[in-house]
């Protein structure tokens, strides 16, 4: 390797070209077409490293690959001594670094502060040899300054992000522009979300706040957005594959303005803050995907709790394989749903899947021959191939109301959003006996469970051996991380207290989680669906009864091909997809 590049010297293209040639990295061949190309004014202004990572040159010693910016920058430490750093903008407190040093000197020098301690701060450098700096932010600071590289991307990306945040919270602070919108009368607001603003102009600080928040989320594979308030601050946090983390905490009179906002554009009243109310905002984002989000309120002891449930209509194009329904599942649940008539219920709780489940298969069912009806609470994802029709129980529309006019609709296929009360089980009850498909869902642990659950809300039992086609069970695993994920073993213990009551050899290889940043370090990227399905034949209806003996009706259904829920996930721990322990983290153990 070569000497390092002179201390104080800014890098420009034509000494890390000459610098990354010596090394053997870029041939010179490649170089010298380069150096005496023209770039436009904008590849001019890029940071060498950005730039030379879009020419795709091919790394002389790795002919796989091309030098993309991460190889460059790894160059780079190492030529500089200084270490690697990866930002996660889960893990930054904004507030705090944005304090170390203003946007100008940031800008200017090529740093950005990304964490500060008591005695040190760490700065990401993108000019490791210009250090005139250090010494005018060390007086300033009065802590050690800790220098670390980071891709020059991520730190001119992050920099807009952090200090328009700041900014927009220390001007909605202070009392300026909240970006106060109007009431709109169509049933979707299209959203349109930008990129955010140089933190000198002069933008609308609620509005940027909103925007970042929603971006931010669908960035980060946020499925769930919540606010909530406490005494003093108002905590945020993304629910991402299935587990809750903390993003950001905003003064208690931002987040009301910010809850405000979030109000305004899902058309629901800004001034009642004492009941629960529901909304719906559908968003635009600037690669021109569009998201749908479910909001709900609920008054708490600090103020307005805010969660935002995201949609993604793209869910509706994924298969049941993507979903992890395959093999002998997917052609059971597929006989079941392509019946004449007949109910089919999903169950498993809030966050299971459920929705996605109904709303891939009727997007499967929904064909130019057949009328596809849904009356749902609330409709979660508008959809052209079905007619949806939402409870509005303030004017008597509900479940069972909604079933009774759809009955007159000429359906033939029907979709309600959960069967709750005996006169909703009745009316679907009904609906499957007049020759429709229904398909519903249904709060249980289990798929047998369900049999009895009908029967507690009082459905006879010969109606629901009349009526029900099949029940199925879900659940959502995180699947490994497929960059990192590391080979293991499984103690037999664990293995069987999975598996049981099934005698099932274990797998000679599987895997756990190690942490890379593709997946912020926790192991998992993703989740896939685990099922339990159970069908109605003749000889589990012989046993639904009013008197239904569960544990008898579940070794029945056993011994005709269903598989629990844990051994669902066990097939995909021999798969390598997943772990034991996240199975049966969300897996319930088989009842007795």
């Excluded at 450098?125 to 250090?131: D, G, I, M, R, S």
């Excluded at 629901?464 to 497929?482: D, K, S």
Aim: glycine share 6%; charged share 25%.
């Amino acid at each position: 390797m070569s000497a390092k590049l002179s201390v104080d010297r800014v890098l420009d293209l034509r000494s890390t070209l000459l610098d990354l040639v010596t090394d053997g990295i870029v041939k010179q061949e490649d170089a010298n077409v380069l150096m005496g190309a023209h770039r436009t004014r904008e590849q001019t202004a890029m940071h060498p490293l950005v730039y030379l990572s879009t020419q795709q040159l091919a790394d002389q010693k790795n002919h796989e690959k091309v030098v993309d910016e991460m190889r460059l920058t790894a160059w780079l430490a190492d030529k500089a001594e200084l270490m690697i750093y990866h930002i996660d903008p889960m893990k930054v407190p904004v507030a705090d670094v944005t304090e170390v040093m203003s946007y100008q000197f940031a800008k200017r020098h090529g740093l950005l502060c990304v964490d500060v301690k008591a005695d040190y701060v760490v700065i990401a450098v993108t000019q490791p040899f210009a250090n005139e700096w250090i010494e005018q932010l060390q007086q300033l600071v009065r802590r050690d300054i800790r220098r670390v590289i980071a891709l020059p991307s991520d730190v001119e990306r992050y920099r807009v992000e952090f200090y328009s945040l700041a900014r927009s919270i220390s001007g909605a602070q202070t009392g300026a522009s909240q970006g106060r919108g109007s009431g709109i009368a169509n049933f979707e607001h299209l959203l349109e979300l930008g990129t955010l603003k140089d933190p000198e102009a002069n933008d609308q600080h609620i509005v940027n706040i909103v925007d970042w928040l929603l971006q931010y989320a669908f960035d980060q594979r946020a499925s769930d957005i919540h606010i909530e308030p406490r005494r003093e601050i108002t905590r945020m946090r993304f629910r991402i594959d299935g587990v809750l983390h903390n993003i950001y905490e905003f003064p208690a009179s931002v987040a009301t303005a910010i809850v405000s906002r979030i109000k305004i554009l899902s058309r629901m009243n800004v001034a009642e803050k004492r009941k629960p109310q529901d909304g719906r905002i559908k968003t635009k984002r600037p690669d021109g995907s569009e998201a749908e989000l479910r909001l709900s309120t609920m008054p708490t002891a600090f103020g307005e709790k805010l969660v935002m449930r995201i949609f993604d209509p793209e869910v509706l194009l994924r298969s049941f394989e993507d979903l992890g329904l395959g093999g002998d599942d997917y052609k059971r649940w597929s006989e079941m749903i392509n019946k004449p008539h007949g109910i089919v219920l999903v169950t498993g709780p809030t966050g299971s899947g459920k929705t996605t489940t109904l709303y891939s298969s009727l997007r499967q069912l929904a064909t130019d021959e057949v009328n596809v009806s849904t009356i749902e609470d609330p409709i979660e994802m508008v959809e052209d191939a079905f007619n949806q029709t939402q409870v509005q129980h303030n004017i008597g529309l509900d479940f069972a109301a909604g079933i009774r006019t759809l009955m007159r609709q000429d359906p033939d296929i029907i979709m309600v959003g959960e069967i709750r009360d005996l006169e909703t089980a009745q009316m679907a009850v009904q609906a499957a006996l007049t020759g429709h498909l229904v398909i519903s869902t249904l709060h249980t642990n289990d798929a047998p469970t369900a049999m009895t659950r009908l029967l507690d809300l009082g459905v006879p039992s010969y109606l629901l051996r009349a009526t029900l086609i099949g029940v199925m069970a879900q659940r959502l695993v995180r699947t490994l991380c497929p960059h990192c994920k590391k080979e293991s073993t499984i103690s037999n213990e664990d293995w069987e207290g999975m598996v049981k009551p099934w005698k099932v050899a274990k797998p000679t290889k599987t895997f756990e989680p190690e942490g890379c940043l593709e997946c912020r370090n926790t192991g998992y990227l993703g989740r896939q669906g685990i099922y339990e399905i159970l069908g109605m034949s003749e000889s589990v209806q012989q046993l639904v009864g009013d008197h239904c003996d569960l544990a008898i009706l579940r070794q029945q259904a056993m011994r005709e091909g269903m598989r629990t829920l844990r051994l669902s996930g066990a097939q995909k721990v021999a798969q390598g997809m997943t772990t034991v322990a996240e199975v049966l983290r969300v897996a319930p153990p088989p009842e007795k």
